[in-house]
């Protein structure tokens, strides 16, 4: 069963400070895997997308990894701000060329607290 | 700015009283998609456009439907809202159907079902 999981469900963190998030995937065959963050009642943004072939991305504090043989990646946030506060979805496309078959984490809740 | 819009951005409607959401996006993108996500959990694709061609998901109760009458616009009616149906519904667009394209997200409308 293709299935994206994420952990840890929640974390607190104190301003200034890094933390990693994870996420574990069984979707095979893989295309794809993005990272999301969304804000209480907003939609969804993309921070990263990776292919099988990449296994890591930035874009700004935030750096995204993908060990494609593990089926792991990881969501880094460096000198965290109080903006960072918000849910980080792990996505994982299914078959490639099929954008729409798009397999959701559940997210990781992210409390900043200055 | 180029964006994905929904409108209205909070929707109160009673038990089987029909209601339609709207989206527009200044993108151009070919794709539109149509989501429901419900308090903890991930997106739940409905459907999606690919430019007038309806793609529907194969468990879209029948009681939601969209249509698009141009590549700006699509909507989403709720032919008799249940309660089971109070969601955030997010609205997505992506420029084609490949693997890689980022899906941008609209805000979201907020459905309360009475």
């Known amino acids: 069963k293709n299935q994206v999981e994420q952990s840890p469900q929640s974390l607190i963190i104190l301003e200034g400070k890094n933390c990693t998030l994870q996420?574990?995937?069984?979707?095979?065959?893989?295309?794809?895997l993005r990272w999301y963050k969304q804000d209480t009642g907003r939609g969804p943004v993309s921070l990263t997308i990776m292919t099988f072939s990449e296994n890591t991305k930035s874009n700004g504090r935030y750096t995204a990894t993908l060990d494609a043989d593990t089926k792991q990646s990881s969501l880094h946030i460096t000198a965290s701000q109080l903006s960072d506060s918000a849910s980080y979805i792990c996505?994982?496309?299914?078959?490639?060329?099929?954008?729409?078959?798009?397999?959701w984490g559940l997210g990781t809740s992210l409390a900043v607290n200055p | 700015d180029a964006m994905v819009i929904q409108n209205p951005r909070y929707q109160v409607t009673q038990f089987g009283k029909p209601v339609t959401l709207s989206c527009s996006q200044t993108l151009n993108h070919n794709v539109m998609y149509w989501y429901q996500q419900k308090s903890s959990q991930a997106p739940k694709l409905l459907f999606h456009?690919?430019?007038?061609?309806?793609?529907n998901e194969a468990d879209t109760p029948d009681n939601f439907q969209s249509r698009r009458p141009n590549t700006s616009f699509c909507f989403l009616d709720i032919r008799s809202p249940g309660l089971g149906d109070a969601a955030m519904y997010l609205c997505a667009t992506s420029r084609a159907g490949r693997a890689t394209d980022t899906q941008y997200f609209g805000p979201g409308t907020r459905l309360t079902v009475l």
């Open positions: 996505v994982v496309s299914g078959p490639a060329g099929n954008n729409r078959k798009l397999i």
């Open positions: 456009y690919y430019d007038k061609d309806f793609n």
């Open positions: 996420c574990n995937y069984t979707v095979s065959p893989f295309s794809n």
